[in-house]
């Protein structure tokens, strides 16, 4: 069983419909959290940091669920530059970072 | 601003031969990572350094080595490769060990071995 798991999708919504993905990790002891985006043949970059209480940044909110151990990204209107690749990454200590194999979301007009 | 550049960004290699991959950063960040990608998995990190001069194994080091003399520049070698090897190879930079900061990416290097 993969340490990080996601549902590889692909998640296809139209422009301004609202789609959530979900990631569990099995340790335990991961300590921080984040999702990171990868557009196609491209490198991944941060998107948002996920915080215990949940945060918000514009259309993106992100949730932990630290008893269920799993971690959500939620986006509301959804746009046709949203079309990527969500990673869900966890960290369990120092250089044990564990990404997930992704979520593919393809909007369409 | 370049951030992290990889060098070269595809290469097709023949069972057996070498190679070095380069990434420089001009971040100034200490922490310098190299990672892999393959089809339906995670990245996965092969070897990561924490300053200039200094390196350690990451998950999957084997058939892999680095070198970090300047602290701009990380370089991964493959002494003799093997198409297991074939794989799309990111190097990335922190300012932060991972997980307390972002990880910043170079865009790529597609690596295939026949």
């Known amino acids: 069983r993969k340490e990080v798991e996601q549902d590889p999708g692909p998640f296809n919504v139209p422009e301004g419909a609202t789609v959530a993905f979900n990631c569990t990790y099995s340790n335990s002891a991961s300590q921080s959290f984040f999702w990171y985006r990868q557009d196609c043949r491209k490198e991944p970059k941060l998107l948002m940091s996920?915080?215990?209480s949940g945060n918000e940044d514009g259309r993106f909110t992100a949730q932990l669920n630290r008893a269920s151990q799993y971690i959500s990204l939620l986006i509301r209107d959804s746009k046709l530059s949203d079309s990527a690749t969500y990673l869900c990454v966890v960290n369990r200590g120092s250089f044990k970072t564990i990404f997930g194999a992704g979520t593919r979301l393809f909007v369409k007009a | 601003n370049a951030g992290v550049t990889q060098t070269p960004k595809f290469r097709v290699l023949k069972t057996g031969q070498s190679m070095t991959l380069l990434c420089a950063q001009d971040m100034n960040h200490e922490y310098m990572y190299w990672y892999r990608q393959d089809p339906g998995m995670g990245l996965r990190l092969i070897h990561y350094?924490?300053?200039?001069?200094?390196?350690a194994k990451g998950e999957v080091p084997d058939g892999y080595n680095v070198s970090r003399l300047k602290k701009q520049n990380f370089l991964l070698g493959l002494e003799s490769a093997a198409p297991s090897q074939t794989s799309v190879y990111f190097c990335?930079?922190?300012?932060?060990?991972?997980?307390?900061?972002?990880?910043?990416f170079g865009e790529g290097s597609r690596l295939t071995v026949l």
């Open positions: 350094s924490v300053g200039e001069g200094t390196t």
């Open positions: 990335a930079s922190s300012r932060r060990r991972t997980g307390a900061g972002e990880l910043f």
């Open positions: 996920v915080y215990s």
